[in-house]
């Protein structure tokens, strides 16, 4: 028999660490942002050492698995006096801090080749349009370049986004009482694993649901062109034959 009175007292108390595991998102999904907006602009720069930097950076962190990153951030880094007696150690010494730093330098990465990505699908059309426009580069970067990155980025970048949601659940290694922290506090307690995660990941589905749409707002008003028009009326049919005045 399905217990709903544990079952919904369950997902009650998951619901109320809703709030850490949305603010570990939102912090480190704008920091991530901001950060590969950085990134990218290495990556492209002309400068040798900027870009190769840019490159170093991707590599490493696309490629090793993000929990090794979280450990050596927060385990590893106290290990380091400089670190201790730094201006930055009041944050790092914070799980939840040390967590969001993590995923957002993770994030930036993915984002920042999503992002050039984008920026080389821009037809070069355009760009040479509002060249001879005679805009300013702001200009052209604020009215071209970025609404048109945005929207060839949206896709790619909605799925960046459920991906870090759920990436949100391992700063439960590193004692953030996020939703998946106070699913294994309840598991130890009752020794319900399926009901307990089965609530857990009801909400994350929610949330990921969410953000779907959201970005299919977003991607609706960036893209007018792509909204459904109303029927165009038929053409009168002619019948062969017919005399026309």
Request: charged share 15%.
């Amino acid at each position: 028999m399905i217990d709903f009175a544990f079952l919904t007292d369950t997902f009650l108390k998951l619901s109320a660490a809703l709030p850490v595991t949305l603010g570990l998102f939102f912090a480190s999904f704008a920091l991530g942002g901001v950060l590969a907006l950085l990134i990218l602009a290495m990556r492209m720069s002309h400068n040798r050492l900027l870009s190769g930097f840019a490159r170093l950076y991707i590599l490493v962190f696309r490629g090793s698995p993000l929990m090794i990153q979280l450990f050596l951030i927060y385990y590893g880094l106290g290990q380091f006096e400089v670190i201790r007696h730094s201006f930055v150690w009041p944050v790092l010494r914070e799980p939840f801090f040390c967590a969001v730093v993590a995923l957002a330098l993770c994030t930036a990465s993915y984002t920042a080749e999503i992002l050039r990505g984008a920026l080389l699908a821009i037809p070069p059309g355009q760009i040479e349009a509002g060249m001879a426009c005679g805009m300013s580069r702001f200009l052209l970067l604020r009215r071209i370049i970025a609404p048109v990155m945005l929207r060839y980025a949206l896709p790619a970048y909605s799925t960046e986004a459920i991906l870090l949601v759920k990436s949100t659940a391992l700063a439960s290694l590193v004692t953030v009482w996020d939703v998946t922290g106070v699913a294994q506090q309840i598991i130890q307690r009752t020794y319900r694993t399926m009901e307990v995660f089965v609530c857990a990941a009801l909400i994350y589905l929610i949330l990921n649901f969410l953000i779907v749409q959201a970005y299919a707002w977003l991607e609706r008003r960036l893209t007018p062109r792509h909204r459904q028009l109303p029927p165009e009326p038929a053409a009168p049919q002619v019948i062969a034959g017919e005399k026309h005045e």
